[in-house]
């Protein structure tokens, strides 16, 4: 069981998350083409907004989210979370940016 603790960081975080998202660089580049195009995918429904995402993977991800990505590879949009458990591990945690499926944890 998660402590209140826990909870409070991670609603104020996603709050954090949620409120820069539009500074967030997309890893292909910090143009405004990729601003553009991360936002028309989300008005198309072709991804889920960040919002969305966090409130889908909360619960399942191995500790708090501490950075966040999203790009665009091979026809494929998908969010890479930054993760810190309370050991001190980190992980990339990558997320289908449509289904909000967790594809791959990698330790770092």
Do not use: C
Not at 57 to 62: A, D, E, H, N, S
């Amino acid at each position: 069981m998660r402590s209140p603790f826990h909870s409070a960081t991670f609603a104020v975080l996603a709050a954090v998350v949620i409120m820069t998202m539009p500074l967030l660089p997309a890893r292909a580049g910090d143009d405004d083409a990729d601003y553009r195009a991360i936002r028309q995918a989300v008005q198309n429904g072709e991804i889920r907004s960040l919002s969305d995402i966090l409130a889908v993977t909360r619960g399942k991800l191995p500790g708090d989210v501490v950075g966040v990505e999203i790009e665009h590879k091979h026809g494929h949009w998908q969010y890479e979370f930054r993760v810190a458990d309370n050991q001190g591990r980190l992980f990339e945690v990558y997320v289908d940016a449509h289904t909000g499926d967790i594809e791959r944890i990698k330790e770092k």
